[in-house]
């Protein structure tokens, strides 16, 4: 069993920063990939970014790309999502969500088998 815990959502100007993070629970995290996904009202939710157990393998949406960066730190059992040049479409519930079988596309939704119950972010125009 993994838990996971978001926390660092909040309102921001565009244009502003925010960083996310996901603490997880379970000895085992660290073995993980791990990925952010976001909902926005009347959306289906939608892959953001991900970072294998390493670290050294990254991913990220094409809307998101240099403008976000995902990272972890498997001491603290946790995994960033640096937010940068926010914009109103990014607003949305944030979550983070931990794939335990080693598949190779993490982009899917239904390949995460644990989820964290998500953080608000609202970039105001």
């Known amino acids: 069993q993994v838990q996971l815990v978001e926390s660092g959502g909040g309102l921001v100007q565009a244009g502003g920063s925010l960083r996310l993070s996901c603490a997880a629970s379970?000895?085992?995290?660290?073995?993980?990939?791990t990925g952010w996904f976001r909902q926005a009202p009347g959306k289906e939710r939608e892959f953001v970014t991900a970072?294998?157990?390493?670290?050294?393998?990254?991913y990220y949406a094409d809307s998101v790309k240099g403008r976000f960066t995902i990272s972890r730190d498997n001491a603290k059992n946790t995994v960033y999502l640096q937010m940068n040049s926010l914009k109103p479409e990014d607003t949305a519930i944030y979550y983070c969500?931990?794939?335990?079988?080693?598949?190779?596309?993490?982009?899917?939704?239904?390949?995460?088998?644990?989820w964290g119950q998500g953080t608000q972010v609202t970039v105001s125009s």
């Open positions: 969500a931990v794939e335990t079988k080693g598949r190779l596309d993490l982009t899917r939704t239904y390949y995460y088998d644990y």
């Open positions: 970072i294998k157990w390493s670290g050294g393998s990254t």
């Open positions: 379970g000895r085992t995290f660290s073995r993980y990939a």
